[in-house]
């Protein structure tokens, strides 16, 4: 999967448009304007800024790389209705079930396989994720990310890391796999300078 064949469209936050090989993959999508607040608990987040393009001048997408399901600042109220459009969704087990029937559950070293024109094959592997630190996963709930390949070009691949820290997890995907093109996930909420505000993103 050459340089030469990659076209990447950074959409907004974690989202990116991927073409390659005439497939059309997005990742984590958001698309709500700015000005949106979610209340998750004794939190509430405020998006600051909108999407470079709608999901309508995007257009068809074959798959969608949805590293976790459970945030709104990685699947937002306009990315989880353009679900419908795509040709799959992978995610993670749990952000599956709570999808059905649209999607397909990945645990970390599982893979997904796309037909691309002319019979190329691509294959999607999840990766390990984490949050934050250690222990964080039975308050933050499960996130992936995932290694893209063709199988006549595996040692060109692309690695989206999903919402995670650094950790062995993601150092073990340096070693399985030779990649060549990264699209990291980064930045973070941050707490307003007031207190009562909302958190930010």
């Given at each position: 999967m050459s340089n030469d064949h990659l076209k990447i469209t950074l959409v907004g936050?974690?989202?990116?448009?991927l073409e390659t090989s005439g497939l059309r993959l997005?990742?984590?999508?958001?698309?709500d304007p700015a000005g949106g607040e979610y209340a998750i608990g004794?939190?509430?987040l405020r998006k600051l800024s909108g999407p470079a393009l709608?999901?309508?001048?995007?257009?068809h997408i074959d798959a969608v790389l949805l590293s976790h399901?459970?945030?709104?600042?990685?699947?937002d109220r306009a990315g989880?209705?353009?679900?419908?459009?795509?040709?799959?969704i992978l995610?993670?087990?749990?952000?599956?079930?709570?999808?059905?029937?649209?999607?397909?559950?990945?645990?970390?070293?599982?893979?997904?396989?796309l037909s691309a024109p002319g019979g190329r094959k691509l294959r999607i592997t999840a990766t390990p994720a984490r949050h934050g630190p250690p222990g964080i996963e039975p308050f933050s709930g499960e996130v992936i990310g995932f290694v893209l390949a063709f199988d006549d070009q595996s040692g060109d691949a692309i690695y989206f890391s999903g919402d995670t820290v650094w950790f062995e997890g993601v150092a073990e995907?340096?070693?399985?796999?030779?990649?060549?093109?990264?699209?990291?996930?980064?930045?973070?909420?941050?707490?307003a300078a007031r207190g009562p505000d909302p958190l930010t993103m």
């Open positions: 936050g974690p989202t990116a448009l997005l990742t984590d999508p958001t698309f004794p939190v509430t709608g999901p309508e001048a995007i257009g399901d459970q945030h709104f600042d990685n699947l989880r209705a353009m679900l419908a459009q795509a040709g799959c995610t993670t087990p749990s952000g599956s079930q709570r999808l059905e029937p649209h999607a397909t559950g990945l645990t970390p070293w599982e893979s997904a396989v995907v340096a070693r399985r796999f030779k990649v060549r093109t990264v699209v990291l996930t980064t930045g973070a909420a941050r707490v």
